[in-house]
């Protein structure tokens, strides 16, 4: 079954209006509700007085609709007498202040008595509603993240240090503390990057950022330790950020969930954009699905106009059926709106849900009615569909912490840069997972990494295997730069990855951000000869062992010198972009590497019509999104079945601003 639904608030509603919401979402055709995840105060009033009858009252109205219900850990905004109970346990932020009460995630996730009642709640959810039959899983605490710099941390992170290295040498050997007289002698000694130290040493500002990701992957597995143990039979997920969020290592806080949920939210008030083209929630959900290489669920779905104190655009006629549609595209097997209803209070006052505060059924409930219809009819064959990618990009958590610390160019920033090659495939249709860099790369054909600033040896090990066997990678500058410990190698760059590359980089240039130096162009290959374009913001100049030249500089004292190479290593081939550049510039190296690698896009379509797909053995599910504001025509290369109205064979599909359609191939 394909999940739709909703996250209801019943706790901020009278008891009265519950049975009108469960009739009306039924109506809508939702199936699915999460509940709870900010509920504590309801659900334990004071230490240890639990109170579970309302909840199984909203259980029992939703169960006669046949809605199941999801129920959230409600861990992530603790009541006042938690808080109240243990000041220590406020977090500390960089800056050194102490957050107080009156938001949401204030908390220490490293504090031991914060996680006690943590898991005193969870248990005493888990022991009352194993088995229920409505409940059908978990989600755990609301978008974990935030760091934490207090007492309590800074000697967890000296333990942590100490299981990491063994040895106080060791620390003292992988940070270089010989550098300002830093030698620590004691592990007591070892700070944590607080504003007020100044620029901290980059191996313990890495060393910090990997500590807290752990603290919250900690954190979450003790309570999927809890609802593994009590609840065998309901899944347990967490609702991550995309791309965006880059505190934790997705992939760590993943690893033992049944699968990823994610929080969608294409408008909000922070971007008032007229036009909403589709990229960022792509990225997204590549990323999300990448983190387990499968099938994920949203946990929020924007519904409505986002914000806080301000309001942002609503969702245009169609947008939510759209953005439902697009999530499916690129793996989500269920699918919740935020929020079932706006609220009348409180900070999110203005955050718009299906319905508006008043309660009535208008625009968007109709939307979600169609949607729901529409879903219920065909969404079982979507459920556990395949991408199958043929080219992958690698996110390096390692090299994004790194580069938080030393951006290297006060223009660059890794998650910008990574965007902006992988805008170049959307742009394209050519679907694209995102996959770790330890992951296994045999299946794809193309490989782009951008900037891998940290490169373990394992990680070069890895891209060797995968061009040697005759995969095609993308290599960039600021690849290869770092040691595991966030040391400068001591070897030419690209270091451990010279050889596959087939370059040195015998010095670099960091530009002003509003300098390019022109490139020449020797791609011969046909399709771009004579094409422009810029090195920008960074510069390397090349010289090459065994690569040849694609792109040289013509200007500055390195005019002629080797900016792009390609290069032959065992069966593959290597291109190294040896400059930042621009997305003109990634738009061209991504064309090249196509070519090189022999993708084609799934099918060519207009500007502002996205086309992916998914597979179910052999059957293929071709996706085609008009973002755009005008209607569009696509030709198919063969014909298909439209899935949603059941026309076929078709050859020639139109589409209205905002519409869907869903081709099938057998
Ligand atoms: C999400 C969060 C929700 C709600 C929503 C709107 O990020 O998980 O609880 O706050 O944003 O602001």
């Not at 949401?104 to 888990?126: D, F, L, Q, S, V």
């Not at 990997?210 to 065998?232: A, G, H, N």
């Not at 083209?277 to 106009?305: F, H, N, P």
Request: charged letters at 25%; aromatic letters at 12%; hydrophobic letters at 35%.
């Amino acid at each position: 079954m394909f999940h739709l639904g909703v996250d209801y608030y019943p706790e901020q509603w009278p008891e009265e209006r519950w049975p009108e919401d469960a009739r009306m979402m039924a109506e809508a055709g939702v199936n699915v509700v999460r509940l709870a995840e900010f509920a504590w105060s309801r659900l334990e009033s004071r230490p240890g007085q639990f109170d579970f009858d309302w909840l199984d009252g909203v259980l029992e109205l939703l169960g006669q609709h046949d809605i199941r219900a999801v129920l959230g850990t409600p861990t992530a905004s603790p009541p006042p007498w938690v808080m109240d109970m243990m000041p220590g346990a406020y977090r500390v932020l960089e800056s050194g202040q102490r957050q107080t009460y009156g938001n949401r995630r204030e908390y220490c996730p490293t504090h031991p008595g914060y996680r006690e009642r943590c898991r005193a709640i969870t248990e005493a959810m888990a022991e009352h509603y194993t088995e229920h039959p409505t409940v059908i899983g978990w989600q755990i605490d609301n978008e974990l993240g935030g760091r934490c710099y207090c007492p309590i941390c800074r000697a967890s992170f000296q333990s942590w240090l100490e299981r990491k290295y063994g040895s106080i040498e060791r620390v003292n050997g992988a940070w270089g503390t010989a550098f300002w007289s830093h030698v620590y002698t004691e592990w007591s000694q070892i700070p944590v990057p607080l504003q007020a130290g100044g620029v901290p040493n980059p191996g313990l500002d890495l060393d910090y950022r990997r500590f807290m990701s752990d603290v919250y992957v900690s954190f979450q597995q003790e309570q999927v330790d809890v609802l593994r143990r009590l609840c065998p039979g309901q899944f347990v997920t967490h609702n991550m950020m995309g791309f965006g969020f880059d505190q934790i290592d997705y992939f760590d806080l993943a690893d033992t969930l049944d699968f990823v949920g994610w929080d969608v939210y294409p408008r909000t008030a922070w971007s008032l954009d007229r036009h909403v083209d589709g990229l960022a929630s792509a990225l997204g959900g590549d990323t999300i699905r990448g983190l387990k290489g499968r099938g994920y669920w949203v946990m929020e779905q924007g519904s409505g106009s986002g914000g806080w104190q301000t309001v942002g655009g609503t969702p245009r006629p169609g947008e939510m059926r759209l953005w439902t549609y697009q999530s499916v595209a690129h793996g989500a097997d269920g699918i919740l709106y935020f929020r079932w209803r706006t609220a009348h209070h409180g900070a999110e006052q203005y955050w718009h849900g299906v319905l508006d505060h008043h309660g009535e059924p208008r625009r968007r409930y109709r939307e979600l009615q169609t949607t729901g219809a529409e879903l219920g009819r065909v969404g079982e064959r979507f459920v556990g569909a395949e991408s199958r990618a043929r080219v992958a990009m690698l996110l390096s958590y390692d090299s994004r912490f790194a580069f938080q610390g030393q951006p290297n160019h006060s223009a660059f920033d890794y998650s910008e840069f990574f965007r902006s090659y992988y805008a170049a495939l959307y742009r394209r249709n050519v679907p694209v997972d995102i996959v770790s860099p330890a992951a296994d790369l045999s299946g794809y054909r193309l490989v782009l990494a951008p900037a891998l600033h940290v490169l373990p040896a394992a990680v070069a090990d890895n891209l060797r295997g995968y061009v040697g066997g005759g995969g095609a990678l993308v290599v960039t500058a600021r690849t290869g730069v770092k040691d595991e410990s966030n040391a400068v190698v001591d070897v030419p760059l690209p270091g451990l990855l010279a050889d596959v590359c087939g370059v040195e980089v015998e010095e670099y240039d960091a530009l002003p951000t509003d300098a390019e130096v022109p490139l020449e162009v020797h791609w011969q290959r046909g399709s771009e000869e004579g094409c422009s374009a810029s090195g920008r913001l960074w510069c390397e100049v090349l010289s090459t062992t065994t690569a040849r030249e694609i792109a040289t500089y013509e200007a500055e004292f390195y005019a002629g010198r080797a900016a792009i190479t390609l290069n032959e290593f065992g069966k593959g081939k290597t291109l190294y972009v040896g400059t930042f550049g621009d997305a003109a510039l990634h738009d061209l190296v991504v064309g090249w590497a196509l070519e090189i690698a022999d993708v084609s896009p799934v099918v060519v379509t207009p500007e502002g019509v996205e086309a992916t797909e998914r597979w179910r053995d052999d059957q293929r599910l071709l996706f085609l999104l008009n973002h755009a504001d005008e209607s569009q025509e696509i030709t198919l290369p063969s014909p298909m079945t439209d899935l949603l109205s059941g026309r076929g064979p078709v050859e020639r599909v139109k589409l209205e601003p905002k519409d869907v359609v869903i081709l099938e191939q057998d």
